[in-house]
């Protein structure tokens, strides 16, 4: 099972920002798809964000489309998920997963995996 290690949650107010950052724990990201999901309390995994392994294609859920941009540094063997303008709604535990699934729409919407712990982000006032 690939391991990654997910930083950067906190808690924020409304229209704050966080930047989120994914981690491959001892294997390299070059190949992979990369995806950002979350669980927000009483809810199903979304999947919000997905990017090529060469980066020139990502995916954007309509919830968070124009809010967040995601990222990847394979040298860093590393993806990261600036949040801005957040929202309430946008509370949740965010998780990172990656795959050889090439097509970014696919990968958001039907990856899963075993999740781990996430990083908890809360946007509160």
């Known amino acids: 099972q690939l391991q990654f290690v997910e930083s950067g949650g906190g808690l924020v107010q409304p229209g704050g920002s966080l930047r989120l950052s994914c981690t491959a724990s001892?294997?390299?990201?070059?190949?992979?798809?990369i995806g950002w999901f979350r669980q927000a309390p009483g809810k199903d995994h979304e999947g919000i964000s997905c990017?090529?392994?060469?980066?020139?294609?990502?995916y954007y859920a309509d919830s968070v489309k124009g809010r967040f941009t995601i990222s990847r540094d394979n040298a860093k063997r590393t993806s990261y998920l600036q949040m801005n303008n957040l929202k309430p709604e946008d509370t949740a535990v965010y998780y990172c997963?990656?795959?050889?699934?090439?097509?970014?729409?696919?990968?958001?919407?039907?990856?899963?995996?075993?999740w781990g712990q996430g990083t908890q982000v809360t946007v509160s006032s």
């Open positions: 997963g990656a795959n050889i699934i090439g097509n970014v729409q696919m990968m958001c919407e039907m990856f899963t995996t075993d």
């Open positions: 001892g294997f390299a990201l070059d190949y992979y798809t």
């Open positions: 990017i090529s392994p060469s980066d020139d294609s990502t």
